[in-house]
């Protein structure tokens, strides 16, 4: 009985009551609980990973852009299949697939 009470008035047990009191508040706590960290964490990483699709996607456009600058016949080819685009003289005939 007396290991028991000298446990209670142990610097160990104060501590051990502090880190229980502490994993309490951090699993109830409205605003910074456990789950809203880890949704958090799961928004950041999903975040950073568009916005290096977003860097990469702008760098080939930039490359492109650049291409297209640079080559008069590249530009004229482009402008045909993109927006169907041609010269006064020539009819465009559009096939489609289905």
């Known amino acids: 009985m007396k290991k028991v009470l000298l ?3 142990s610097n160990t047990f104060k ?3 502090v880190v229980i009191v502490f994993l309490v508040a951090m699993f109830t ?3 910074h609980n456990l ?4 949704k958090n964490a799961i928004t950041i990483r999903e ?3 568009e916005i290096e ?3 990469d996607k702008s760098e080939k ?3 492109r852009l650049q291409e297209l600058k640079s080559d008069k016949e590249d530009l004229e080819k482009f402008a045909r299949e993109r ?3 041609h010269a006064p003289n020539e009819d465009v005939y559009v096939v489609e697939y289905e």
Do not use: D
């Open 15 to 17: 501590c051990l009551l």
């Open 7 to 9: 446990f209670f008035r």
């Open 29 to 31: 706590s409205s605003e």
């Open 61 to 63: 456009s930039k490359q």
């Open 35 to 38: 789950q809203t960290r880890i």
């Open 47 to 49: 975040l950073k990973q």
């Open 83 to 85: 927006y169907r685009m």
């Open 53 to 55: 699709y977003y860097k």
